[in-house]
């Protein structure tokens, strides 16, 4: 089964608005990254946190951590229609080179 | 640098064929990843290839197969496809990141469809 389950699995919101998805993972990672893919296109890579950090920003994005609940979310603010596109968590455990990706949010922001 | 490119874009086979995908990494890059990607699965980690050599593989059958060349342009092959190989293949080459983790720069993907 898939390493990370995520959460909503579908958000709408207007342009402005703020969005918040979470991902819940299974075992102890070395790291979790964020991507986005576009409708049926290839994933780019967002931000990515460690499993020693907490929280972390990268322009309009800001994802935090948690590793005891075995959790994380990515927050949007200020969303704007460009946004529109299925979001993944990704995990690498320890000892594997391998990323495991979730299950997917797909955000949709109204102009 | 040019992107992660992928060969061809879409695909069309019927049951009991067998396929072969292409990818080509970003410049420099020597890990190549392969995953299927499914509305009903999502996606999932085929194999990934790193100096010619498989050094992970996901828990696919062996109908599903890979190889790497010199040059880290990679390969996946599929026999005998069955109606639900039908999916959107995505290749990444991976980088490491200035903090030594490594991070995946995906194609745009082969979108197969098995009829």
């Known amino acids: 089964s898939q390493q990370g389950e995520e959460d909503p699995q579908a958000l709408s919101i207007q342009e402005g608005e703020n969005a918040t998805m979470n991902c819940s993972y299974k075992?102890?990672?070395?790291?979790l990254q964020w991507y986005r893919q576009n409708s049926g296109r290839g994933l780019v890579h967002l931000i990515l946190i460690r499993s020693n950090e907490r929280e972390k920003h990268s322009g309009r994005l800001r994802v935090t951590l948690d590793t005891s609940k075995k959790s994380s979310s990515l927050l949007i603010t200020a969303s704007r229609a460009a946004d529109t596109a299925s979001y993944f968590c990704?995990?690498?455990?320890?000892?594997?080179?391998?990323?495991?990706f979730g299950t997917g949010t797909r955000l949709q922001v109204f102009p | 640098k040019a992107g992660v490119t992928q060969t061809p874009r879409y695909l069309i086979k019927t049951r009991g064929q067998q396929v072969t995908l292409s990818c080509s990494p970003i410049s420099g890059h020597r890990s190549v990843s392969w995953y299927q990607q499914t509305p009903g699965q999502g996606l999932q980690f085929l194999f990934e290839?790193?100096?010619?050599?498989?050094?992970n593989k996901g828990n696919f059958p062996g109908r599903f197969s890979g190889r790497q060349f010199s040059n880290s342009r990679s390969e996946m092959n599929v026999s005998t496809l069955e109606l639900g190989d039908s999916a959107l293949y995505l290749c990444?080459?991976?980088?490491?990141?200035?903090?030594?983790?490594?991070?995946?720069?995906f194609g745009p993907g082969t979108r197969l469809l098995v009829l």
């Open positions: 990444a080459s991976s980088a490491v990141l200035s903090g030594g983790e490594e991070t995946q720069y």
């Open positions: 290839y790193f100096s010619e050599t498989q050094r």
């Open positions: 075992t102890s990672i070395n790291n």
């Open positions: 990704a995990t690498l455990a320890y000892n594997t080179d391998k990323l495991i």
